[in-house]
């Protein structure tokens, strides 16, 4: 057959499926990336029926979801309220490492991988996807909620960290000198500043060169800046994702709820893609022999997230369903875990064990997280519930019985 009959053919039948697998999301309430996750694994390497034909496209794809996602996020909110919330969130960025990178790394050192085994799995099991977070909060209509923006604050920290992070582990792989490592560090520390200076001081102007009246002018745009932008910060060793994130920050005003409403179909079909191409890259095989340690791991630093969001939001005064709710949003692992895993494979880092082991640990992670966010709503409600009366009982029995 020929190969662009293949990829149409098997685009068509992604695509479908995708729709049917929404469908039945919606039927029962919840967001569609676990389903999204899982019918990619059934039709991945070493799956039911691999898809050979759509490899390079799928790639691409992917990376756009990213790209739209977290552009889009960024829409939601402005640099002022970005700074504001890294300002009063910082702790919580703190709480957040120590917690979410210690038993990754502490697991790797048990098991004889190392410092570099430990400096990666430690990475996999600290960062949280802002992919799969920002999909199933837009699902779930929870943007608006008040601990949103906590939950933004710290994936933009995580995100942040992943700037000095991804350096060092390159150069650790590489087996860099400390100078060198130093030189890559300061490139990505002065990207990252550069395009937040840039958001803060120049957003106004960002916009108005961005928006226009013509649907069609104002797509190009937008797109094009986004994959500009998105490019540039990954050519300086910051994530493509961090970037994207704050061109969002920087428009603002009409022209950012304009965008969100041009946009938003392109992002959930490219964002359903990075969900599928993200299950298909993920062989069946080799989930078995490490499915008990990484089921043990991920029950570990669901705990941990969903301890570092409730502290975090109940520092900002948010009540308990908004801090089960704002821990559990943070709980699904993804994109940046498997390239940390991957940089580490590549570079002859981890052994195929550790790379089996993340995989496995992300991929439950990714379909139990928005399983979780999901079920955080009545569980908030019940738990505050049960407070309250238990408070009202509290005081009936200490009232004066005359």
């Known amino acids: 057959m020929d190969h662009t009959t293949l990829v149409l053919i098997e685009l068509g039948a992604v695509f479908l499926g995708l729709g049917l697998l929404g469908r039945v999301a919606a039927r029962i309430g919840m967001s569609p990336v676990p389903l999204y996750l899982l019918g990619g694994l059934v039709f991945g390497h070493g799956g039911i029926?691999?898809?050979?034909?759509?490899?390079?496209?799928?790639?691409?794809?992917?990376?756009?979801?990213?790209?739209?996602?977290?552009?889009?996020?960024?829409?939601?909110?402005?640099?002022?309220?970005?700074?504001?919330?890294?300002?009063?969130?910082?702790?919580?960025?703190?709480?957040?490492?120590?917690?979410?990178?210690?038993?990754?790394?502490?697991?790797?050192?048990?098991?004889?991988?190392?410092?570099?085994?430990?400096?990666?799995?430690?990475?996999?099991?600290?960062?949280?996807?802002?992919?799969?977070?920002?999909?199933?909060?837009?699902?779930?209509?929870?943007?608006?909620?008040?601990?949103?923006?906590v939950v933004l604050s710290i994936l933009v920290l995580e995100d942040l960290a992943m700037a000095v992070y991804?350096?060092?582990?390159?150069?650790?792989?590489?087996?860099?000198?400390?100078?060198?490592?130093?030189?890559?560090?300061?490139?990505?520390?002065?990207?990252?500043s550069l395009v937040l200076l840039l958001a803060l001081r120049f957003g106004p102007l960002i916009s108005r060169l961005l928006h226009s009246p013509d649907q069609e002018n104002f797509l190009l745009k937008l797109i094009g800046a986004a994959l500009l932008v998105a490019g540039l910060a990954a050519a300086m060793q910051v994530s493509a994702a961090v970037g994207a994130f704050l061109l969002g920050i920087a428009?603002?005003?009409?022209?950012?709820?304009?965008?969100?409403?041009?946009?938003?179909?392109?992002?959930?079909?490219?964002?359903?893609?990075?969900?599928?191409?993200?299950?298909?890259?993920?062989d069946p095989r080799t989930i078995p022999p490490v499915l008990l340690l990484a089921?043990?791991?991920?029950?570990?630093?669901?705990?941990?997230?969903?301890?570092?969001?409730?502290?975090a939001a109940r520092r900002m005064g948010i009540g308990i369903p908004g801090r089960i709710r704002a821990g559990t949003a943070l709980i699904a692992r993804g994109e940046f875990s498997i390239v940390i895993a991957g940089l580490a494979v590549a570079g002859g880092g981890a052994s195929p064990e550790l790379a089996a082991l993340a995989t496995t640990y992300v991929m439950l992670l990714a379909v139990l997280g928005p399983i979780a966010t999901r079920v955080a709503e009545p569980l908030g409600r019940a738990v505050a519930a049960r407070r309250h009366h238990a408070a009202r009982g509290a005081d009936l029995g200490t009232a004066d019985p005359s």
Do not use: Q
């Open 49 to 149: 029926v691999p898809l050979s034909g759509i490899e390079e496209f799928g790639d691409i794809a992917s990376e756009l979801g990213v790209v739209l996602l977290l552009l889009m996020l960024g829409l939601e909110y402005t640099a002022k309220e970005l700074v504001t919330g890294l300002r009063a969130s910082w702790l919580a960025g703190v709480v957040d490492l120590i917690l979410n990178f210690t038993p990754g790394a502490g697991l790797a050192l048990l098991l004889g991988w190392g410092p570099i085994g430990a400096l990666v799995l430690g990475g996999v099991t600290y960062i949280s996807s802002s992919g799969i977070i920002a999909k199933v909060l837009t699902d779930l209509g929870r943007l608006g909620n008040r601990e949103t923006p």
């Open 251 to 282: 428009i603002s005003g009409a022209t950012a709820h304009s965008a969100t409403k041009v946009l938003a179909p392109l992002r959930d079909l490219f964002a359903a893609m990075f969900f599928v191409v993200f299950g298909i890259n993920t």
């Open 166 to 192: 991804l350096p060092i582990l390159t150069a650790a792989l590489a087996g860099v000198s400390f100078l060198g490592g130093l030189r890559t560090e300061a490139i990505a520390l002065l990207a990252v």
């Open 295 to 311: 089921l043990g791991l991920a029950l570990l630093t669901s705990l941990t997230k969903i301890a570092t969001g409730a502290w």
